[in-house]
């Protein structure tokens, strides 16, 4: 319907919505490698304007939405007038529904990702979602709205894209448990009182994954499996109590599902995640992926798995407590995630203190059942608002 | 079309060939746990009276083959003339094709399973296939048979039915490698040297699983799993050398697909054959099994791999060359192993000469290529002969 041809193949439109990020970089990297299937037609990203303009220079999107006016003035200057440009958050839902699109790759970080998602479904565009906050702060909404306009949401994250794939063949109704994978993150050895002093820098150095700093902090924290966790919840239609989290350190087995025979598929790949990116571009088809290293178990000789311990894991524990509640609580729980990991980042908190601004802020909400999209950026808000008198 | 109703549901009903062997009673017990979904109608079985009795007489098929005519007449003045009794090769196949057969559980074991299975094709009966040897000897002529005839060829085998289970919702041109999973048997941390005196009673103690006789020294010999590979080849259409053996002790991955992305499915479970025969029975549904044991990888700590050596196990490698070179050459693989083993257990020959006895049939042979089903069984008869003057 939206697609081109080319010869006899259809060229899949895509929109991409935070270029210049891990997830976009390699995004660009599969739609680069496969030019008969894909072409970027629109594009945003935030501030690494050098970054960005090499990407314009390449890929030539149609549309291009920045953060910020003066970026945007930047980039009009540089580039002919080929290329459309636009800023701030209205720039952002047009890059995400530009004329033509087939598949948006929501890769932004942070629930800014919400409000594109959702104009993106209301015009059956497909989604390919990276951004787990826009699940987690919304998922009720997100999902509601993705069923009535009969969208596919598809998941990016290597765990849900591992559950996707082992789903795919079987029926709902035989599922009986969701197997998250969780590496135990840059920390992943020490104990809690290990954790009192930790810098920014060892926090960043993740095991297996080069990732942003915002989920590689959330690695190490444990909140970036337990907002999978409720991803999950809503991507798969799953309750929590079917859903569980289990160490394995070395991310080869990147989730698992259980069927109600007993039987456990797995989806196991060297840590690439340019793997469920492309995935989610030829879904329900498979395409070679460029310059990839092929699995030998053998090679690579155990895998390890461990129980995922809640006390050492606070985040976790109150991932599964905020998405059993619902409501606003998951917004809560990322609002408070992600200021208090800012704050971190800049060093204005220390590692520990991340836990406890979110359980002070979950501990304040009376949460508000099955909200609004206002209703949701008002908590998101006031929860972020609480978090900073905690900081400062 | 050959099912009956109860109320709205259809009962599947089912021949069971070799019903008193390790699979057969499984299979049994999985019909029994689900009597809304399975009926025995026909079955077959050896030597084994007193158990024979006992499942006629639970599961009152109409039909009932066994091997020799004393069994025969024995069963005929113990039971009422509501059970019909038959015996020899005819009786195998009439028990196969019995009046309204749905799906025919072919657990005999070796090449005395390839007739009724061919037989049964012509009939349209699905096959759950757990008779390797069939596939190994005649995978050509049955596979063939089957597509000709548009049947279902189901997997039993634990490894055959993990990689069907893996492409369920997959397109064959995506398919890039099987990966058959090996315990390693039963002597598996043994060198060659220490093989020399092993005794049958030391062969029969498998670590993971407990199987008839015959397939538990293939497992020692790791013949199993060449046999395995080329049951692979035929039931998934797939050449050799995208079928590698990978060693696994824990026998909890059951087998893997690789796709072109480089994505890895696994399947996994417990050590539990109704699991695979009650998904060949359910398929493409799944249903609860009964008093199965939940897979918990945290419990089980650590997964160990290993490359799967050719020279330490020498079986594998004729496997692999058998297979490559095709025609008869499978089935002397196949007939000069069970000949073999035989002696062996029966202990006319050492451990270590089974490797002997197999690789002077297979270099005393000249391939036939694409060869009928008169000749399959004409080296088949030949190999057992030739097999036996190296024994005497």
Same mark, same amino acid.
């Given at each position: 319907?939206h697609?081109?041809?080319?010869?006899?193949e259809?060229?899949?439109?895509?929109?991409l919505?935070g270029a210049t990020?891990s997830?976009?970089?390699?995004?660009?990297?599969?739609?680069q490698s496969h030019?008969?299937?894909f072409?970027?037609?629109a594009?945003?990203f935030?501030?690494?304007?050098?970054l960005?303009?090499e990407i314009?220079s390449?890929f030539?999107?149609?549309?291009?939405?920045?953060?910020?006016?003066?970026?945007?003035?930047?980039l009009?200057?540089h580039?002919?007038s080929?290329?459309?440009?636009?800023?701030?958050?209205n720039?952002?839902i047009e890059?995400?529904?530009?004329d033509?699109?087939?598949c948006?790759?929501?890769a932004?970080?942070g629930?800014?990702?919400?409000v594109?998602?959702?104009?993106?479904i209301?015009?059956n565009?497909?989604?390919?979602?990276a951004?787990?906050?826009t699940?987690?702060?919304a998922g009720h909404l997100?999902t509601e709205y993705a069923?009535?306009?009969?969208v596919k949401?598809?998941?990016v994250?290597?765990?849900?894209s591992?559950?996707f794939q082992? $789903?795919q063949?079987e029926t709902d109704?035989t *599922? &009986?448990r #969701?197997?998250v994978?969780? =590496?135990g993150?840059?920390?992943r050895?020490k104990?809690?009182e290990?954790?009192?002093d930790?810098?920014v820098?060892?926090a960043?150095n993740?095991?297996n994954?080069?990732m942003?700093?915002?989920?590689t902090?959330d690695?190490a924290t444990?909140?970036?499996k337990?907002l999978e966790?409720?991803e999950?919840?809503w $991507?798969?239609?799953?309750?929590?109590?079917? *859903? &569980?989290? #289990?160490l394995?350190?070395? =991310?080869?087995?990147h989730?698992l599902?259980?069927?109600?025979?007993r039987?456990?598929?797995?989806?196991l790949?060297t840590p690439d995640?340019?793997?469920?990116?492309?995935y989610?571009?030829?879904?329900?088809d498979r395409?070679?992926?460029?310059?990839?290293?092929?699995l030998e178990?053998?090679e690579?000789g155990? $895998?390890?798995?461990?129980?995922?311990?809640f006390?050492?894991y606070?985040?976790?524990q109150?991932?599964?407590?905020?998405?059993?509640?619902?409501g606003?609580?998951?917004?809560?729980?990322?609002a408070a995630n992600?200021?208090?990991?800012?704050?971190f980042?800049k060093?204005e908190?220390?590692?520990l203190?991340?836990e406890?601004?979110i359980?002070?802020a979950?501990?304040?909400?009376?949460s508000?059942?099955?909200?609004g999209l206002?209703?949701?950026?008002?908590?998101?808000?006031?929860t972020?608002n609480?978090?900073?008198?905690l900081?400062s």
């Open positions: 319907m697609s081109y041809l080319i010869g006899s259809f060229v899949k439109k895509i929109s919505l990020g997830i976009g970089t390699q995004t660009l990297d599969v739609i030019p008969e299937q072409t970027l037609v594009m945003s935030g501030s690494n304007i050098k960005g303009i314009i390449k030539q999107p149609s549309f291009v939405a920045v953060k910020d006016k003066e970026t945007y003035e930047t009009k200057l580039f002919s080929n290329v459309k440009f636009g800023y701030g958050d720039a952002l890059a995400a529904i530009y033509g699109v087939d948006l790759v929501n932004v970080v629930s800014v990702g919400l594109p998602t959702l104009k993106a209301e015009n565009i497909t989604i390919a979602i951004n787990k906050e699940l987690v702060t997100v069923a009535k306009h009969n949401l598809l998941p994250d290597s765990e849900h591992a559950i082992c $789903l063949g109704k *599922i &009986d #969701l197997i994978t969780a =590496s993150g840059s920390f050895d104990s809690r290990e954790l009192q930790v810098t820098k060892e960043l993740h095991p994954w080069s942003g700093a915002k989920i902090i690695s444990m909140m970036n337990g966790v409720i999950a919840h $991507l798969f239609n799953m309750p929590y109590h079917k *859903i &569980d989290v #289990l394995h350190k070395e =991310s080869i087995i989730s599902v259980e069927f109600q025979d039987s456990i598929k797995a989806q790949g995640m340019r793997g469920p990116i492309q989610a571009l030829t879904y329900p395409l070679p992926l460029e310059k990839s290293k092929r178990l053998w690579i155990k $895998l390890h798995f461990e129980k995922a311990d006390k050492r606070k985040c976790l109150y991932a599964y407590e905020s998405g059993k509640i619902g606003t609580m998951p917004t809560v729980l990322n992600e200021e208090a990991v800012a704050a980042l060093g908190i220390k590692f203190q991340i406890d601004c359980e002070r979950l501990d304040k909400h009376e508000i059942a099955h909200p206002e209703q949701i950026q008002e908590v998101d808000q006031l972020r609480f978090v900073q008198t900081i």
